[in-house]
């Protein structure tokens, strides 16, 4: 790969349409979704090539057969650390804190773009309220918890917290930002 940031990444795309073959974890995965928004939004020509999962997609491109990826930080950051991979940047908005020295992809050529991994917790609708309530609150004492945040910190995890009213708002966000991402990207399951 002939780029050492972002910025170099896009110029050398740009330059040579169809030429850089991306990995992903396969149709409708994560980082196929997240390769698709960087596409469009840079307005690149890249080749996306689907594997059945993460794995085999690290695999080929620290063998070399795929010129980049874009995975989650917790699935790569040994092989980032052993320099069997070399990170260019992170989608988050702000720096991963296990990879401080990484800019985002927003600061580092593409402006507006934001790709972050998140996980949540969903029930069936009508729990009352009470009981969001109290879950809410034993989960936020997990996420205080020094153990959690330890072993977050050792996978490469960061802990946010939100409400679950803050959380619908951003569950409403992110499916309306992504529904976009399948229909600018032509996103079809086979």
Do not use: C
């Amino acid at each position: 790969m002939p780029a050492n940031s972002v910025k170099e990444l896009l110029d050398y795309a740009r330059a040579n349409p169809g030429k850089l073959h991306l990995a992903h974890a396969g149709i409708g995965s994560s980082q196929h979704m997240v390769s698709s928004q960087l596409q469009t939004q840079a307005g690149i020509d890249i080749v996306q090539v689907p594997y059945k999962g993460g794995g085999p997609a690290t695999i080929d491109v620290v063998a070399g057969h795929s010129q980049m990826a874009i995975f989650k930080v917790v699935q790569v950051s040994g092989h980032i650390r052993s320099g069997k991979l070399r990170a260019l940047a992170v989608g988050s908005l702000q720096r991963h804190p296990s990879l401080p020295h990484l800019p985002t992809i927003a600061e580092s050529g593409l402006p507006g773009y934001e790709a972050d991994n998140w996980w949540g917790m969903v029930g069936p609708a009508g729990i009352p309220k009470p009981v969001i309530d109290k879950l809410a609150t034993e989960i936020a004492a997990i996420q205080d918890a020094e153990e959690f945040k330890q072993t977050l910190a050792k996978e490469g995890a960061d802990p946010t917290k939100r409400g679950p009213e803050e959380f619908g708002r951003f569950l409403a966000r992110e499916m309306d930002k992504w529904s976009k991402v399948v229909k600018d990207g032509n996103i079809k399951l086979d």
